[in-house]
């Protein structure tokens, strides 16, 4: 089991920028690193994700152009860089991996929030 520690979420005022990280324990059995949000009352939907190897990314449409998800080098550390918030970015932020080639993202974090004030 990957395990995952998320940091870097807070409060921030509307056009405000914040960079969330996200280490795994193990990147030699991950395939893609991802992001996803839950906010209060809706479903966990998918940010954006990252192959291990660095080849593929992946943006939900509605950060595109906003969000900038990354690696470091050796990449077991994935960040995602939020510019140009909005509110409706106020969300749980989980970091996940997936270990299977074309499996769900199995593995999480425990969750950051990220707070949006208008």
């Known amino acids: 089991q990957v395990q995952l520690v998320e940091s870097g979420g807070g409060v921030v005022q509307a056009g405000g920028s914040l960079r969330l990280s996200c280490v795994a324990s193990?990147?030699?059995?991950?395939?893609?690193l991802g992001w996803f949000r839950q906010a209060p009352g809706k479903e966990r939907e998918f940010v954006a994700a990252?192959?291990?190897?660095?080849?593929?990314?992946y943006y939900a449409d509605s950060v595109k152009g906003r969000f900038t998800i990354s690696r470091n080098r050796v990449g077991n550390t994935v960040y995602l860089q939020m510019n140009s918030l909005k509110p409706e970015d106020t969300a749980v932020y989980y970091c996940?991996?997936?270990?299977?080639?074309?499996?769900?993202?199995?593995?999480w974090g425990q969750g950051t929030q990220v707070t949006v004030s208008a």
């Open positions: 996940a991996a997936q270990v299977t080639p074309k499996g769900d993202f199995s593995s």
């Open positions: 193990d990147s030699y059995s991950v395939y893609h």
């Open positions: 990252k192959s291990v190897s660095g080849g593929s990314t």
